[in-house]
């Protein structure tokens, strides 16, 4: 089974026994990891009871999800995407923009969708957009570019 990794690395996808799939974490199954090798941006699973490319395109759109524990530390400075969700989302003056709900790669980039009070907002993951990930405070600075829709100036 293929599945694209927003860090380009198949190293935490090597450590894992065990995943969850399904369309949220309510209804995910458990499935048994039995191998992993890299190919580029994606990582591909060997997963039990995935034979063959018809049985895994049942698969297709779901969601993997895995525990917390059974991941690499990021003691390092470095983080998940799970841990920006809920994050409080700011420009560079200070200005609330709303919270991030969600982040999903397009193919070029990651998208990062903050929930504003007026509107959702589609934030490119791209060099000079981020300015600031706070986990300590849970504030994500960003420059958003101009004429983003959903953000008035």
């Known amino acids: 089974m ?14 894992l026994d065990v995943v969850y799939i399904g369309r949220d974490v309510s209804c995910a199954r458990t499935y048994n990891v039995r191998g992993v090798r890299g190919a580029g941006k994606f990582a591909i699973l060997a997963i039990e009871g995935v034979e063959d490319r018809n049985r895994a395109e049942n ?19 470095s983080y998940y995407a799970a841990d920006l969700i809920g994050l409080d989302v700011v420009d560079t003056n200070g200005r609330a923009l709303g919270k991030l709900i969600e982040i999903f790669e397009n193919g070029a980039h990651e998208v990062y969708v903050v929930r504003g009070s007026v509107a959702e907002v589609l934030l490119p993951v ?27 100036g």
């Not at 293929?2 to 450590?15: D, L, N, Y």
């Not at 698969?59 to 400075?77: A, M, N, T, Y």
């Open 59 to 77: 698969f297709r759109g779901l969601k993997i999800f895995v525990d917390r524990i059974e991941l690499p530390s990021d003691d390092d400075g």
């Open 2 to 15: 293929r599945v694209m990794e927003g860090s380009g690395s198949s190293g935490a996808w090597r450590q």
């Open 126 to 152: 791209v060099p000079g957009v981020v300015v600031e990930i706070n986990l300590d405070d849970a504030v994500l600075v960003v420059d958003p570019p101009d004429g983003l829709p959903g953000i008035e």
